[in-house]
Nanobody, 115 residues
Framework: VQLMESGGGLVQPGGSLRLSCAAS????????MSWYRQAPGKERELVAE????????NYADDAKGRFTISRDNDKNLLYLQMNSLKSEDTGVYYC?????????WGQGTQVTVSS
């Protein structure tokens, strides 16, 4: 399993970013995919997740209405569109999949929201 995130960076409050995750080494279309965030000094937390097939979506309370998770099963890509970014959204964002009794992580992409 390989997960590779991209799209992070420095953005001003109120701005937008789109994160991508390229997945390989497993049947991407068959698995629930997730985005997690680890803020400085805090534990990693779930931001959003999306089901396989005709996908359901689930968001952390502070992501609802601002973030949109999506996937392209033909290209094995996972996305997170983040709008109206706040300083509290700063952290390392990880793409993740739970497969065969373990959770896999990408290397993460840094998002910094600051003026």
């Amino acid at each position: 399993v390989q997960l590779m995130e991209s799209g992070g960076g420095l953005v001003q409050p109120g701005g937008s970013l789109r994160l991508s995750c390229a997945a390989s080494g497993f049947g991407f279309r068959h698995y629930v995919m997730s985005w997690y965030r680890q803020a400085p000094g805090k534990e990693r937390e779930l931001v959003a997740e999306i089901g396989s097939g005709n996908p359901w979506k689930n968001y952390a309370d502070d992501a609802k209405g601002r973030f949109t998770i999506s996937r392209d099963n033909d290209k094995n890509l996972l996305y997170l569109q983040m709008n109206s970014l706040k300083s509290e959204d700063t952290g390392v964002y990880y793409c993740s999949v739970f497969r065969e009794s373990r959770r896999y992580w990408g290397q993460g992409t840094q998002v910094t929201v600051s003026s």
